[in-house]
C-alpha cells in the first residue's frame, strides 16, 4: 500500500499529513525545525514506511528538510507553490489557509495528481559544491553593483569630480583614490606631480593622461556642504570604499575558486568547448544544468526552464505569444550571456542574430533567440557527454566551409 505525505514546510514548524490511496487521513502533526523535530519526523515516517512505500510532497526542492528526507531514503516530489496556489480553490471555496490544510492540500495533490510531478533526483556533491559557489558569487556581484551606485549617487551629492576621474568607480585604484581623498577639501592641493605619484604607487594602467584626469576631477559640478556635512560624507565614502574593497577581494578568490572547479568537470570542459563562452559563465549554465540527464528529456523541457521559448495563451478568437516570466532567472541569465558573446566568435552564431535583427526585432529578443537555438546544441552535448564540434554542427557547417 502506497501512503501519501503532504509536508507543508516552515521557517519554525512544519504541518505534516498522511494520506491512503483512497484519501483517508492516517495521521496528521506538526513538527519544529530543530535537531528533535527532524528525529521525530524521521522516526514517524519509518513506522509508516515499515508497512507502506511513500512519496513525500513538499514546495521546496532544497533546503536542510529536503537534504533529511533524502538521506532517509524516501521518495520527495517537488510542487511549485504556484502550483499549490492554483489548486486551493479545489479545497477551500471561501479562500481559506492554514498550514494543515496546506499540508493535507499536498498529499492529496500527490495522490491524484502524481503523475504530474518528477520526483527529486539529488545532484552529485560536486554540483552542489559548484552551483553554491556561484550562486554566491552572482549575489556578491549584485551587491557589489548595488554598493557601486549608493557611493556613486553619495559623491554627486558633494563630490561629483570623485565619481568620474577613473573609469569604474568600484575598481581598485577608484576605491584607493577615494580613502585616500574622501572629500573635496582632502584633494584641494592635488595637482599633476601628487597625482602623478599616487597613479604610479597604485599602477595605473595610464588608459588616460593625467592632465585629462586631473580636468575631469576639476571639471565636474561643485558640492555645497557645510564642513560638518562635508566631513560626515567623506567617512560614509570611507565606509563604502572599505567595503567595496573587501568585497572585491572576495570575489576574485571566489572567481579563482569556480575556475578551477569547472575545469576539473568532464561536464565544465564540454560546456568550455562552446564558442567565447568563458570559465564563469560555462560554471553558471552547467550550476543550473546540474548532473540529472532526466530532467530534461528533451530541449524543449530546458529550453521552458530556461526562459528562452515564449508561452502561448490561445482561446477561440484570442492568440498571443509572449514573454515567459516563470523559468529558471539564473539559467536565463547565463544562457543569453553566453548567447551574446557567441555572436562575436561563431559566424552561425553571428548570422542568426543578423538576421533577427533585420526582422525588427530588438536586442534582447534576438539574443533569446539565439539562446534557444544555441540550447538545441547544448542540451545534445549535454546528453552525450560529448564536447561542442562545429563541424558537425549541421547549421554552422556551410558558414566554416570557405566559398
Not at 89 to 95: D, N, Q, S
Not at 113 to 123: M, Q, V
Request: hydrophobic share 45%; aromatic share 6%; with cysteine.
Amino acid at each position: 500500500m502506497r501512503i501519501y505525505i503532504g509536508l507543508d514546510w516552515g521557517s519554525q514548524q512544519h504541518a505534516v499529513c498522511a494520506l491512503d490511496a483512497q484519501g483517508q487521513r492516517l495521521t496528521q502533526f506538526m513538527i519544529g525545525h530543530d535537531r528533535a523535530g527532524l528525529a521525530e519526523l524521521r522516526q514517524r515516517l519509518a513506522k509508516i514506511s515499515a508497512s507502506s512505500e511513500i512519496s513525500v510532497a513538499i514546495e521546496r526542492p532544497t533546503g536542510l528538510l529536503v537534504d533529511t528526507l533524502v538521506e532517509a531514503g524516501y521518495t520527495v516530489v517537488p510542487i511549485h507553490p504556484n502550483t499549490v496556489k492554483a489548486t486551493r480553490p479545489r479545497y477551500h471555496i471561501a479562500g481559506g489557509k492554514t498550514d494543515s490544510s496546506d499540508a493535507f492540500l499536498l498529499a492529496d495533490l500527490l495522490r491524484t495528481d502524481g503523475h504530474r510531478f518528477h520526483p527529486l533526483t539529488p545532484e552529485s556533491d560536486a554540483i552542489k559544491a559548484l552551483r553554491a559557489w556561484v550562486r554566491t558569487r552572482d549575489d556578491l556581484v549584485a551587491a557589489r553593483l548595488a554598493l557601486a551606485n549608493q557611493l556613486r549617487a553619495l559623491l554627486d551629492s558633494f563630490w561629483a569630480g570623485a565619481s568620474v576621474i577613473f573609469a569604474d568607480l568600484d575598481s581598485p585604484i577608484a576605491l584607493a583614490f577615494l580613502s585616500r581623498y574622501p572629500t573635496p577639501s582632502s584633494a584641494a592641493h592635488l595637482g599633476e606631480k601628487r597625482l602623478a605619484s599616487f597613479l604610479a604607487q597604485h599602477h595605473y594602467c595610464g588608459r588616460r593622461p593625467l592632465p585629462e584626469l586631473l580636468a575631469r576631477l576639476k571639471g565636474a559640478p561643485c558640492g555645497h556642504c557645510g564642513p560638518l556635512e562635508s566631513e560626515a560624507k567623506g567617512e560614509l565614502v570611507r565606509s563604502l570604499a572599505a567595503v567595496l574593497s573587501t568585497l572585491l577581494e572576495q570575489l576574485k578568490q571566489l572567481t579563482a575558486r569556480i575556475e578551477h572547479e569547472i575545469a576539473s568537470l568532464e561536464d565544465g570542459q564540454h560546456l568550455m568547448s562552446f564558442p567565447r563562452i568563458g570559465r564563469v559563465n560555462a560554471a553558471q549554465l552547467l550550476a543550473e544544468l546540474g548532473s540529472v540527464r532526466e530532467r530534461f528529456p528533451t530541449d524543449a523541457a530546458l529550453a521552458g526552464e530556461a526562459g528562452v521559448s515564449p508561452v502561448t495563451r490561445q482561446s477561440g478568437k484570442s492568440h498571443a505569444v509572449v514573454f515567459r516570466w516563470a523559468c529558471n532567472k539564473r539559467l536565463r541569465a547565463a544562457l543569453t550571456t553566453f548567447a551574446d558573446n557567441s555572436r562575436h566568435a561563431s559566424p552561425w552564431a553571428a548570422s542568426l542574430y543578423a538576421k533577427a535583427r533585420a526582422r525588427g526585432i530588438d536586442h534582447p529578443h534576438a539574443i533569446r533567440i539565439l539562446g534557444r537555438a544555441w540550447l538545441r546544441v547544448i542540451w545534445r552535448t549535454w546528453i552525450d557527454h560529448k564536447p561542442y564540434d562545429p563541424t558537425k554542427h549541421r547549421n554552422a557547417v556551410p558558414l566554416l566551409t570557405p566559398a
